[in-house]
T-cell receptor, first 113, second 111 residues
Framework: QQQVKQSPQSLIVQKGGISIINCAYE??????FPWYQQFPGKGPALLIAIRPDVSEKKEGRFTISFNKSAKQFSLHIMDSQPGDSATYFCAAMIGQAGTALIFGKGTTLSVSS | DVKVTQSSRYLVKRTGEKVFLECVQD?????MFWYRQDPGLGLRLIYF???????EKGDIPEGYSVSREKKERFSLILESASTNQTSMYLCASSFANNGYTFGSGTRLTVV
């Protein structure tokens, strides 16, 4: 019940296309859902996050869509660029003291020019 | 910007050695975390701490221990290193239940 399942494991998208990464969870107590971006040789960096009181959050070319009833959330990258090539992790947690983020297994995105 | 500094980028240790991985954050965050990252397995939580001298086991604590004597420093200890502990180790910190700031990682090889 603590797992976050992420798909696909890898993704190749043409420059200018839309990249979509999906995550699913079981624990309905989760109330914070961030996405992290990691470049080779670097630690993951927070990209965008959502809480379950909204169904969508957009920051620039990055959008999180959240479906509470289906227990799923996804990251959409519009107008994908070669600089977006990285590994993306979804995560979830219960927002209270003494808890920690549970991460998905990651998606390696390659944007071809 | 919050900075999380891990003392070593690369480390090579021998089987059976006691290994210390150090992590320091400079923004007075109360929460600190240790994850290990392996290909195809994502980030797995080893231990975390939400206050000085407090620690909580994560999903894979076996073979590890931690120490948090000061708020800014969180150490991961491999009591007797084994080859299956060869991995990338990532430290992170956070304020309350907000986003984590990660260090750049320590790639540990146990031979």
């Amino acid at each position: 019940q603590q797992q976050v399942k992420q798909s696909p494991q890898s993704l190749i998208v043409q420059k200018g296309g839309i990249s979509i990464i999906n995550c699913a969870y079981e624990n309905t107590a989760f109330d914070y859902f961030p996405w992290y971006q990691q470049f080779p040789g670097k630690g993951p960096a927070l990209l965008i996050a959502i809480r379950p009181d909204v169904s969508e959050k957009k920051e620039g070319r990055f959008t999180i869509s959240f479906n509470k009833s289906a227990k799923q959330f996804s990251l959409h990258i519009m107008d994908s660029q070669p600089g977006d090539s990285a590994t993306y992790f979804c995560a979830a947690m219960i927002g209270q003291a003494g808890t920690a983020l549970i991460f998905g297994k990651g998606t390696t995105l390659s944007v071809s020019s | 910007d919050v900075k999380v500094t891990q003392s070593s980028r690369y480390l090579v240790k021998r089987t059976g050695e006691k290994v210390f991985l150090e992590c320091v954050q400079d923004m007075d965050h109360e929460n600190m975390f240790w994850y290990r990252q392996d290909p195809g397995l994502g980030l797995r939580l080893i231990y975390f701490s939400y206050d000085v001298k407090m620690k909580e086991k994560g999903d894979i604590p076996e073979g590890y221990s931690v120490s948090r004597e000061k708020k800014e420093r969180f150490s991961l200890i491999l009591e007797s290193a084994s080859t299956n502990q060869t991995s990338m180790y990532l430290c992170a910190s956070s304020f309350a239940n907000n986003g984590y700031t990660f260090g750049s990682g320590t790639r540990l090889t146990v031979v």
